[in-house]
């Protein structure tokens, strides 16, 4: 029965959650005829509401238009207002971030469930519409799809309904208000309730109708909710199938059941009499099964005919047969061990906000299976309909996660303070968390993606959570419950069938494994990506094949979550917390992704793409070991190309197709030429694609591996003659074509000209500071090393030594550096008569000092030698512990598109194994920077290291007026373990109490 009077109170009340709600059900579609049903069309008795609505914006409640609902009042002098959309991305309210907090924290002394009477911003939307004739005559209902958080509804000014829960369908029926011509929708929207206490998510705190809006009519007689159960045997060969169907309306009706293969053959048919519960069971043989690798789908078809025959509905439904069960301990996928290769996702759009659309949604899918990611959690609340389907389709687990997170109710500066924790064992907050699982469950059940049930994220524990636990598994024996906060409180240990942990370090996750643990073990959350990251990953996927119990985990995360916004000049910027003037945040931590928010790709997603590769390559000099690690699917569909380069340039290349069985492996013995000449040969293997698929084109690499050979042979020198000229203060060293001058008081390398072109700006300076990363921060290096900021910026020199040998010139500095206890260091140049100058740096290792972040010499060029091309690794940037996907090779760009686009400007655009690197202007002339021996590391920026440590924002960065080129003997790893205190691991950091030396000669171009 309708009530006839909303109640503000509710939106304090954490009892009423939905008022004349319609129950959760299946998010099937439906048709009145044959001709209308094909799958993915629109719907006839669908009607969009979405586009222009009216809209009024208040702060609160108290200043709101409250009579705006009601039917004479005209709402046309409204503004107006896109749905779907948040109001904060249209003008209205503020754009807030927040990781942990709640957003009220500082502002406002609340505790739950009390909500805010001064700030509690209200939308009132109007949607003037005529019902379109398909949906006449019939039951009609309205469903919103996401609405955040709280909202009533009034149709021609009879109250409707009320709605919580932010992330799944709110519906009502309309029909009994519905009139001829003209109806006036009215729907106020709360962005603050009781809600809000439980959905304390980490990500921007938006409102608004935000997905989509639609009218609905369902025929006399309807399959209101559809349940598909579809496994397989003990065998894993035979499918078994079981349907049981709702229905509504005229129940004496007859329903029939076919099931198609993917060749549109019959595999499955029955007929049933009708009733208001329908069962409808059978068996598939020889069924080919479902998996992320072959998302093989059936169709089935269900028509209901009424007692003469005639169609009055049929309902199309994919279907995937599949397995996910735990045996002995491990979860399993249709009989094999399962290995989660996967990321967590927020739906996002850099404008658009969680309002996403189907295109960001395609290119998320494809650019998952482009770069081997075979699972999503949807963090932290169930995503669009659209977004199961597609994962059905394409082929990624999912764990859907329930609408909640109470962060801020019990973890505060990182300590455990659950004392007043939301929802805890607090039976006034129980329904509502039972609400919200059973809203997800209802929806998203039919989807064969979908492995795992969440209870949510980081809400601690307590028996409303474990009441959500017990729900899943009494209506769910086909997939498990996942719960991570039973860490926090191990009285609840039950609620979970796995152990997830986020953010344990590879020996933590080690030692769990290794005391014969209960449960198999996931990180929910691992390699948090914030800026500069993803560093020892390999860490952690080295565990896959080292614990039979560990299986995979979720890297945190997926998109930066990063707005764009205009700045006071007019500019438009990306944005993190703090940028709206918005407080309570959390600042840049709103981007931790593998992808930027404007959805084009970061370099760390080259290192993510090689570790989750399910074919492994190791090659060598005569041919390649080939490790399927897939669980179903053969290497059959992709080709085998491999090469080989001599010094980076290519001399030959050829392909095959080589059938490997999962889960084996095979050495493939392979043709290459046999070339003697001198010099590093690069034997390069990858699996790349046959024939287009969905999500890639032909010729989209999967893997690649490397092996790296040299071939030695004695130089002859060559010798030319030198004149020295000693200044007072100035050295000058001539020769034919070049003049090189050092100077005592700049301390090193003061000007080379070739060809009367000068090259050098200043005296290039021995750095031993990275501009800090997000991890880096976290870790406050800031705090612990920044004596070697100052050690670059202010060393002194002590000692100038000239030594004229035989057929060289010997320039050495020795510099005290400005630390406690003081070190010391040395660049020593020789000149030969060719004009190449030999560069050695020496730091003569210190005991009592902090580790260094990097070491090697920075070169400060005019801005015109911009363009750059190198012998290394690449192509994307690369760091001593995230270079697994980079692999050797000449790579070209430009210093500017070498800045990569980190929310706060960082270390970034390093490439490790450099053998050469020349910086050229647009004409080709420049230097060119060679090893000597052992490969450095380089960078090629339009920024010193100093420049971007100094800066918050990219547009913060001066004009470009230099090109910088770093070239270093060892720069410390990027870290990635977490991006608030985890120190990068030992093997990758740099010792300050041992020497570190390099060796290198720059030449003209």
Known sequence: MLMSEPRLTWLEDPEVFAVNRKEAHSDHVYYENTEEMVLGADMPLRQSLNGTW???????????????????????????????????????????????????????????????????????????????????????????????????????????????????????????????????????????????????????????????????????????DLSVKSTLDNSYKNGKLYLKLKISGHTDCAVKAVLLNAEEKIVFEKNIKGNSICEISGEVENVHAWSAEDPYLYQLYLYVEDQKGNLIEAVPELVGFRTFEMIDKVMHINGKRIVFKGVNRHEFNVRRGRSIKKEDMLWDIEFMKQHNINAVRTSHYPNESLWYRLCDIYGIYLIDETNLESHGSWQKMGECEPSWNVPGSRPEWKEAVLDRAKSMFERDKNHPSILIWSCGNESYAGTCIEAMSDYFHEKDDTRLVHYEGVFWNREFDHISDMESRM???????????????KKPYISCEYMHAMGNSCGGMKLYTDLESKYELYQGGFIWDYIDQSMLRKNEQGEEVFAYGGDYDDRATDYEFCTNGIVYADRKISPKAQEVKQLYANVKLTPDENGVLIKNENLFI??????????????????????RNVVVQAQEEQYVKLDYPNIDEPGEYTYEVA????????????????????????????????????????????IGVKGEGFLAMFSKSEGGLASLQY????????????????????????????????????????????????????????????????????????????????????????????????????????????????????????????YVDRMEGARLGIFEGTAKENLSNYLIPQECGNRVGTRWLKVTDEYGRGLQFTCEEIPFESSVLPYSAYELENALHQEELPKIHYTWVRILAKQMGVGGDDSWGAPVHEQYRIPSDKNLEIAFHVSKL
């Not at 409204?78 to 502002?107: A, K, L």
């Not at 509690?120 to 949607?127: D, F, I, L, Q, T």
């Not at 800090?772 to 870790?779: E, I, P, Q, V, W």
């Not at 003081?822 to 020593?828: E, L, R």
């Open 54 to 224: 009216y809209f009024s914006y208040a702060k609160n409640p108290t200043v709101r238009v409250k009579d705006f609902y009601k039917k004479d009042f005209d709402c046309r002098m409204f503004d107006s207002i896109e749905v779907p959309g948040h109001i904060q991305t249209q003008g209205y309210d503020r754009c807030q971030y927040i990781n942990t907090m709640y957003p009220w924290d500082g502002t406002e002394y609340l505790r739950p469930p009390m909500v805010s009477k001064e700030y509690n911003p209200v939308g009132s939307y109007v949607k003037y519409f005529v019902l379109e004739k398909n949906l006449q005559d019939k039951p009609v209902f309205v469903s919103f799809q996401g609405v955040e958080t709280a909202f009533y509804v009034w149709l021609n000014g009879v109250f409707i309904g009320y709605s919580e829960d932010s992330f799944t369908p709110a519906e009502f029926e309309l029909t009994p208000y519905l009139q001829d011509g003209e109806n006036k929708l009215a729907v106020e929207v709360y962005k603050r309730s009781s809600a809000s206490w439980l959905e304390d998510q980490d990500f921007w705190r938006f409102s608004g109708i935000f997905r989509d809006v639609y009218l609905y009519a369902v025929p006399k007689t309807h399959i209101e």
């Open 503 to 517: 953010y344990a370090k590879p020996a933590e996750i080690e030692a769990f494994l290794s005391n014969d643990p």
């Open 634 to 655: 053969s290497t059959e569909a992709y080709t085998l190309v491999y090469r080989m380069m001599l010094d980076g340039y290519p001399v030959f290349e050829s392909m």
């Open 687 to 730: 699996m790349e694609l046959t024939e287009d698929t969905i999500w890639a084109d032909a010729g989209h690499e999967i893997c690649f591996g490397q092996f790296v050979k040299k071939v030695t042979e004695e130089e002859e020198q060559t010798t030319k003659k030198m004149q020295v000229i000693y200044g007072d203060v100035n």
């Open 755 to 878: 060809d009367g072109t000068e090259y050098i700006t200043r005296a290039p300076k021995t750095s031993y500071w990275r501009a800090c990363t997000d991890n880096d921060r976290g870790a406050k290096q800031g705090f612990d090393r920044s004596m070697w900021l100052t050690a670059g910026l202010y060393q002194k020199v002590i000692d100038v030594k000239v030594e004229e040998l035989e057929e060289q010139v010997r320039i050495t500095f020795e510099y005290e550096l400005p630390t406690i206890p003081k070190a010391y260091s040395t660049i020593s140049y020789v000149m030969s008569g060719d004009g190449v100058v030999h560069v050695h740096l020496l730091y003569k290792g210190t005991e009592g000092l902090p580790e260094i972040p990097a070491f090697g010499m920075d070169f400060k060029l005019k801005e015109r030698y911009h363009n750059f091309e190198y012998y290394g690794y690449g192509p994307e940037e690369n």
